[in-house]
């Protein structure tokens, strides 16, 4: 099966509808575009006029194909048989099924459906039509002509080769499609649950300000930090989708919504959208304060450990002696253990040595340097000075397990194992579902070669300790990759 020179109608002409209109057209498809609001797709194709003459204006598209793509792209008043429909309407399932409906009355037996669903299950959507394996999910993300990734999602009853077509159509497009089952929050909105939901545990907490786990997050590479991004959902939005995959999920705890984030909801604070939510707006995060850590003496000093990050701490201290053969990964300094996390607190760690010898956990340090979250034991600030001879900006937070980044790294590899072990899709395809569809900066395989099975389990069982539920559970496919 082929859709290489389908005929297309997009049903829903709002950002997202129009989105997809542009890029098929841009693919050279013959393209109808149709909304049921009285001059929406007229308006929809001006908008798009405005657009490919600005590309055009840039040099990043000639004259002639901005014209030829707009001239692929047809407003129509009513459905039309076609061989390939893609609908962008309203996430409501009712209304939905109500328009596949109407299109099956229309179309030919071999068209293609294809939903451009973020949330709900394409077998319930397909419940009620008369040939469900037409029926396949094609979605794509926010700008779509932007944006690389297309999640192609199949139901229970998707054929086989209507998801494979979808695919191709996709890469033909310029995407990177990935195949998906339709489980709650597909590949993306699923694997990211963690990314808002340990930042908001932390702020339960209060284990640390949203200003510091945001900055620690875009020092290990993310665009965004937690807080910040979900102003710019909006907390509603975010909240809800939230509460969507909890319920979706027979409310399994792992994907429990936050109080924190409820309160917000509840006195209006949304984000951006209403001028105020973890932060004020136009003004964003505050700065932060950088305070002063001088570098402190030592008479002898052991890098312990294997890894990238011990690696880091020999580089920094040519002179200092190696243990690799070791249970902790860091620096000792005299008395002093500077250690990266391993899941428990800076006290538990000095409670097993002696109270009185200085222990200081620093979160996993991604990057190259910037912000790094890091929590110690007793008042021993002067032996934070190793953390900045290592390159980095110490972040002061509660002496709490798995810190900031670690915790959530370890949460997004562990959520991503069960979405493999459960069918939802490939190790490849979640590393590149989450890198394309919210600019991760590696995929969570990709952290997990780089920080190992080992360190990410004990981190997590750790956490399972501490918080004594089924949050910090650990994935049985990623203990299985211990062996």
Known sequence: MTLDNARILVVGAGLMGAGIAQVAAQAGHDVLLFDTRTGAAEAAKAKLAQTLHGLATKGKLTAEAAQATLARITPVDALAPVDLVIEAIVENLDIKRALFADLEAVLPAEAVIATNTSSISVTALARDMKKPERLV???????????????????????????????????????????????????????????????????QEHAATPEVIDACLRAAGFRMGPCELMDLIGHDTN???????????????????????????????????SGRGFYSYPEGAPA???????????????????????????AAFPQAEREEVSDWVGLAADRAQIRLTDGRSAREIAAERDLQAPVVVFDLPLGAGGDLAYAKSGNFDDHVGWLVALGFTPREMVDAPGLIVARTIAMLVNEAHDAVQQGVCSEEGADAAMKLGVNYPAGPFEWL??????????????????????????SPYLRRSLT
């Open 449 to 474: 070669g780089q920080w190992g099975a080992g360190s990410i389990v004990a981190l997590l069982d750790c956490l399972d300790t501490y918080h004594r539920g089924e949050r910090y559970r650990v």
């Open 239 to 273: 909240f809800a989708v939230t509460n969507s995959v909890f319920a979706a999920n027979f409310f399994d705890r792992r994907f429990t919504p936050s109080l924190v984030q409820q309160e917000l909801v509840d006195a209006g604070y949304l984000g951006r959208k």
């Open 288 to 314: 932060l304060r950088t305070y002063k850590y001088p570098l402190p003496d030592a008479r002898r000093l052991v890098v312990h450990g294997q890894g990238f990050v011990a690696e880091r701490f020999a």
């Open 137 to 203: 999910g094609m979605h794509f993300f926010n700008p779509v002509p932007l944006m690389k990734l297309v999640e192609v999602v199949s139901g229970l009853g998707t054929a086989p080769e209507v998801a494979q077509a979808i695919h191709d159509l996709a890469g033909r497009w310029g995407k990177t499609a990935v195949h998906t089952r339709s489980t709650p929050g597909f590949i993306v909105n699923r694997i990211a649950r963690p990314y808002y939901a340990e930042a908001l545990m932390l702020l």
